[in-house]
Nanobody, 127 residues
């Protein structure tokens, strides 16, 4: 059974940082595409960052480019992080991680092929 558990959310002030973690069990991530998404009430879910694990390519929504970074833990292969720096109030939301299941190469798969989702972790940025 595949499970994803997010952690690391919290309440911070603008320009502070958070690191979100996504722990995946029941699935080898070597050929998966992992994505971080966020949801704000009243708005569509937004794809924030994606990583194609096998080739290391990453992709970000323009609003977080240069501030956020997605990576897989080099030692703990079932962990994927989202490092969020210089946080802004508009980054507030519930953050979910998701993964493909199978053999997927390329961040384009983040758009349509997410098979499993976590339950989310809340991020609040305000002064």
């Amino acid at each position: 059974q595949v499970q994803l558990v997010e952690s690391g959310g919290g309440s911070v002030q603008p320009e502070e940082s958070l690191r979100l973690s996504c722990e995946v069990s029941g699935l080898n991530l070597d050929f998966q595409v992992i994505g971080w998404f966020r949801q704000v009430p009243g708005k569509d879910r937004e794809r924030v960052a994606c990583i194609s694990v096998s080739d290391g390519y990453t992709e970000y929504v323009s609003s977080v480019e240069g501030r956020f970074s997605i990576n897989r833990d080099r030692n703990k292969k079932n962990l994927v992080y989202l490092q969020m720096n210089l946080l802004k109030p508009e980054d507030t939301g519930i953050y979910y991680c998701a993964t493909t299941s199978g053999i997927f190469i390329g961040t384009q798969h983040c758009r349509h092929n997410m098979a499993y989702w976590g339950k989310g972790t809340r991020v609040s940025v305000s002064s």
